[in-house]
Nanobody, 125 residues
């Protein structure tokens, strides 16, 4: 059984920064394909970025390119999302997701087997 646990969400003013973390607990697969998604009220879940175990990353939403950075610490089994220059439209629940031995670029939510519980990010103007 694999569990993903997000942390680091909160409230911030526009222009501020947050760093989200996602710890991977449980059965230790050798490789994970991981991603960050977000869902705002009344909207569909949106892919933000994905990353391979080897560090190859892709940014799926044009609105976050240049502001958000996905990274991972394999030794610590942790995924990160550094979010800078936050805007009110970034307000959403943010989720991490994992697919053992996955591959590709910006796979949809349906591709991922494991999900975290989500962490709220609120950006005020």
């Amino acid at each position: 059984q694999v569990q993903l646990v997000e942390s680091g969400g909160g409230s911030v003013q526009a222009g501020g920064s947050l760093r989200l973390s996602c710890g991977v607990f449980g059965y230790a697969y050798v490789n994970y394909y991981m991603g960050w998604f977000r869902q705002a009220p009344g909207k569909e879940r949106e892919g933000i970025a994905t990353i391979y175990t080897g560090g190859v990353s892709s940014y799926c939403a044009d609105s976050v390119k240049g502001r958000f950075t996905i990274s991972q610490d394999n030794a610590a089994n942790t995924l990160y999302l550094q979010m800078n220059s936050l805007k009110p439209e970034d307000t959403a629940i943010y989720y991490c997701a994992a697919q053992p031995y996955g591959a590709g670029y910006c796979r949809p939510a349906s591709y991922f087997r494991y999900w975290g519980q989500g962490t709220q990010v609120t950006v005020s103007s």
